[in-house]
């Protein structure tokens, strides 16, 4: 994997230690268990002068049942991987808790609180109840180890899914929290992530890019709206679709939004996204490196 990263031209690498990721490239486990296995793995990176910017953790932690502990434990075991190997940027999502202390299933609000009635309570026991203290409870534990900044990825299905509730855990358990931009996501919500860049870097809040794309697709959003239940697998009938760097928005777009980045004083590593299913991974991957390598503010 790190070879076929160097033909591309590339000498970093953000690198998937729990959550949601297969975690083919880290066996966070074993790395942490066994010390020769360890030594050598460093020594992989070491001769072909790969950095690791960021380990990935992705997933839902605060998630009722199975899966929040599971994930809870990747977390915390990346944070300690994170330490051992001098990485201090860890990459995560917010998690989504379910509605009440009696649900099995997490669950999102995602319109107005007013009516039905129990929305209210519903968004309290989430964020007051749940997400607050296991937050609290995780930023004290990377702080002891080294970790300078975990960067939330602001996606849908999540509590923290745009700047304005990505702040609000910001501001309720330190400035450890801070996001990991990803324009895809605001796109299909019908935000502009160009506008995003400054509320959030008057904030200092802007730790780590995603270089990922999203289309709008022409005439099945302004038919259906963007919210959008079908496979990822069913390109043709979604209102949207990830895709290739490039193949949603122009080009002009791109440089625009790194330029303002830049600009808002980001000078970090931008790390690529491929989830677009119409094409093949070489091919999306080969796009969205071209697209990225034209429009960076490098």
């Not at 302004?222 to 990830?242: I, P």
């Amino acid at each position: 994997m790190l070879d076929k990263v160097k033909s591309y031209g590339i000498d970093a690498v953000e690198m998937t230690s729990g959550g949601w990721g297969g975690c083919k490239h880290v066996d966070t486990t074993r790395l942490l268990e066994d010390g020769d296995y360890f030594e050598s793995y460093v020594a992989e990176l070491e001769k072909r002068n790969m950095k690791i910017v960021a380990l990935n953790c992705s997933g839902n932690p605060l998630a009722p049942g199975t899966m929040g502990k599971e994930h809870s434990r990747t977390a915390y075991q990346t944070v300690e991987l994170a330490s051992k190997l001098g990485v201090k940027k860890i990459v995560m999502m917010s998690g989504l808790p379910a509605g009440s202390p009696n649900d099995q299933t997490p669950n999102w609000i995602s319109s107005t609180i007013s009516w039905p009635d129990y929305m209210p309570d519903t968004l309290k026991y989430q964020w007051q109840d749940v997400a607050i203290p296991w937050w609290k409870k995780f930023v004290a534990f990377a702080k002891d180890h080294g970790i300078n900044q975990i960067a939330l990825e602001e996606f849908p299905s999540q509590l923290v899914y745009n700047p304005e509730t990505l702040l609000y855990l910001r501001s309720e358990v330190g400035k450890i929290i801070g996001i990991n931009l990803d324009p895809s996501h605001l796109i299909i919500m019908g935000a502009n992530p160009i506008d995003a860049i400054r509320p959030l870097a008057q904030a200092g809040a802007i730790f780590h890019v995603h270089g990922k794309d999203a289309r709008i697709e022409s005439g099945m959003a302004t038919t259906n709206g963007l919210v959008e239940t079908k496979s990822v697998t069913d390109s043709w009938h979604r209102a949207w679709n990830y895709v290739a760097v490039g193949c949603g928005q122009s080009i002009t777009w791109w440089k625009e939004f790194f330029s303002v980045l830049r600009m808002s004083g980001y000078n970090d590593y931008v790390s690529l996204e491929m989830e677009d299913l119409t094409m093949s991974v070489d091919a999306g991957i080969e796009t969205s490196i071209a697209a990225l390598n034209q429009s960076l503010s490098k």
